[in-house]
């Protein structure tokens, strides 16, 4: 009886060994988890900023510099021959060759052409910012002038010079689709007798030259338009330079910081710098996003004075200064500081940002 009790008790206990492999699992997944969140809290700033670019969707109603294919195009092909034409300055004539192939012959009573200027903005229509709304309204037409011919033949290539003048306070192309726009758009139509009207819609840009925000005409902050300003938070003083200010979008420039630290030396730091644009609703949305950043190659912020060097490049992205009936926007320049935790450092100055001589993205 003795032997057959010992066998029965030879197998080993591994109920505490399975509860001890058990925790040993939780903890490890606890701890990936916290080393996830942590790694996305760090670098929870760029990614807003690499998603803070336009939809590709808003290509079709102006708001890259490049000016995005026609929105509508019927009654046949129509092509804007020169697309640096489609890039305009505010007060001045100017002058867009189109070229309009029909699809069919007919007799026109009529073409009219004409510049529309819209305006988008965003509204709460709820607690949370998923429910808002989009709204947007016309805020002028500047009609065009073109000749119109006798007749249109099938197949036979009609060029049109489409003439107007903008006045000096026309609003610019600007804005985020998100937020608050402007965009402009050159409208054509043809009254085709017995037949459905040929139309062509293509987005243009009306830029913002820096003469016009240096001669005051939208009320910018005390050294929005200065080459020197500083800021301060906290221990960090920065001395910010940019060279030229205001800073033209469509070019390069350069940023010159002096960056004193009377506080501890920052280990393991990310400096970067940013350009912002912040919306100032009216009636519509406020936020702000990234329209540019880079890094510097420090990573250790000593006590006393860093001075970083930014090359900024041409950006190349329609979002100047710019009032408009629901709302404003305005640009700053921010230096970031981000220590991996939970609260970066931010030092920011007001940078009025204009679109001065605007160059055309390749393609």
């Known amino acids: 009886m003795t032997g057959v009790i010992a066998n029965q008790s030879g197998a080993p206990d591994t109920g505490p060994l399975v509860t001890e492999a058990g925790l040993l699992l939780i903890i490890a997944v606890a701890a990936l988890l916290v080393a996830v969140l942590l790694i996305?809290?760090?670098?929870?700033?760029?990614?807003?900023?690499?998603?803070?670019?336009?939809?590709?969707?808003?290509?079709?109603?102006?708001?890259?510099?490049?000016?995005?294919?026609?929105?509508?195009?019927?009654?046949?092909?129509?092509?804007?021959?020169?697309?640096?034409?489609?890039?305009?300055?505010?007060?001045?004539?100017?002058?867009?060759?189109?070229?309009?192939?029909?699809?069919?012959?007919?007799?026109?009573?009529?073409?009219?052409?004409?510049?529309?200027?819209?305006?988008?903005?965003?509204?709460?229509?709820?607690?949370?910012?998923?429910?808002?709304?989009?709204?947007?309204?016309?805020?002028?037409?500047?009609?065009?002038?073109?000749?119109?011919?006798d007749g249109f033949e099938k197949g036979r290539t009609i060029p049109w010079d489409v003439q107007f003048t903008l006045a000096g306070d026309v609003p610019s192309t600007c804005g985020d689709w998100r937020f608050l726009s402007c965009d402009w758009l050159l409208a054509v139509s043809v009254d085709r007798l017995n037949h459905p009207d040929a139309r062509f819609e293509q987005p243009i840009i009306v830029t913002q030259p820096r003469d016009r925000l240096n001669a005051g005409v939208i009320d910018e902050s005390e050294f929005g338009r200065n080459e020197e300003a500083a800021g301060t938070s906290g221990a960090l003083r920065v001395d910010f330079r940019v060279r030229p200010a205001p800073l033209d979008?469509?070019?390069?420039?350069?940023?010159?910081?002096?960056?004193?630290?009377?506080?501890?030396?920052?280990?393991?730091?990310?400096?970067?710098?940013?350009?912002?644009?912040?919306?100032?609703?009216?009636?519509?949305?406020?936020?702000?996003?990234?329209?540019?950043?880079?890094?510097?190659?420090?990573?250790?912020?000593?006590?006393?004075?860093?001075?970083?060097?930014?090359?900024?490049?041409a950006i190349n992205r329609p979002c100047p200064d710019m009032d408009l009936p629901h709302g404003r926007l305005r640009g700053k320049l921010r230096l970031v500081v981000d220590t991996g935790g939970f609260r970066d450092m931010v030092v920011e100055r007001d940078l009025c940002l204009c679109l001065n001589k605007p160059g055309l993205a390749a393609g």
């Open 249 to 313: 979008l469509a070019a390069a420039a350069v940023a010159e910081l002096a960056v004193a630290n009377d506080g501890q030396p920052i280990e393991g730091c990310d400096i970067r710098l940013e350009i912002r644009m912040y919306a100032t609703g009216i009636a519509a949305l406020s936020n702000d996003w990234v329209i540019w950043q880079d890094l510097a190659p420090i990573y250790r912020l000593p006590v006393g004075q860093t001075e970083p060097l930014f090359e900024i490049p």
């Open 40 to 149: 996305v809290l760090r670098f929870r700033n760029i990614a807003v900023g690499a998603m803070a670019v336009w939809s590709v969707s808003k290509a079709a109603s102006g708001s890259i510099l490049a000016p995005s294919p026609p929105l509508t195009a019927t009654g046949g092909d129509w092509r804007a021959v020169d697309g640096t034409q489609l890039v305009v300055t505010p007060d001045g004539s100017h002058s867009i060759r189109l070229e309009y192939t029909p699809n069919e012959s007919f007799v026109a009573a009529g073409v009219r052409a004409v510049l529309r200027a819209r305006e988008a903005w965003w509204t709460h229509s709820g607690e949370a910012t998923s429910q808002s709304v989009e709204q947007a309204q016309t805020l002028m037409e500047v009609p065009a002038t073109l000749a119109v011919p």
